[in-house]
């Protein structure tokens, strides 16, 4: 009588999912670490932000706090990504695409607007 082929399947399965799972938990125990090792821009606005901070973010605070929603593109520090290299760039023209869009990318009009877009324009145009 033949073995059955699937066993071995089965059994690598079993290893890979008790693997991932024993995994998980170290990195669950030392997520401070991780989180430390990733780059201090994200672990200091993380730890240093109050919730009265957190409230005015959105409510035409400094450009830094309001500025994480283009690092998706970007890049964490603005210097390209997916999306071109922002630092630096003229505050005029910032604001102008955070308001009006550019046709044909993600950058729809509306994004920001008002004292929010010049807020990151400022910010942005700030950086090297």
Do not use: W
Not at 70 to 78: A, P, Q, S
């Amino acid at each position: 009588m033949k073995n059955n082929p699937i066993i071995p399947y089965i059994l690598i399965m079993a290893f890979g999912i008790g693997l991932i799972f024993f995994m998980s938990l170290e990195g669950a125990g030392n997520k401070e670490e991780i989180a430390a090792g990733h780059g201090e821009e994200g672990a200091a606005t993380e730890e240093g932000a109050t919730a009265e901070e957190g409230a005015t973010a959105s409510e035409g605070a400094g450009g830094e706090e309001l500025v994480s929603s283009c690092i998706g593109c970007h890049g964490g520090d603005l210097t390209g990504g997916m999306g071109p290299k922002l630092a630096g760039l003229d505050a005029a023209h910032i604001t102008d695409v955070l308001e009006n869009g550019i046709p044909g990318s993600p950058m729809t009009p509306g994004l920001k607007t008002g004292s929010e877009a010049q807020a990151i324009a400022d910010y942005i145009s700030s950086l090297e």
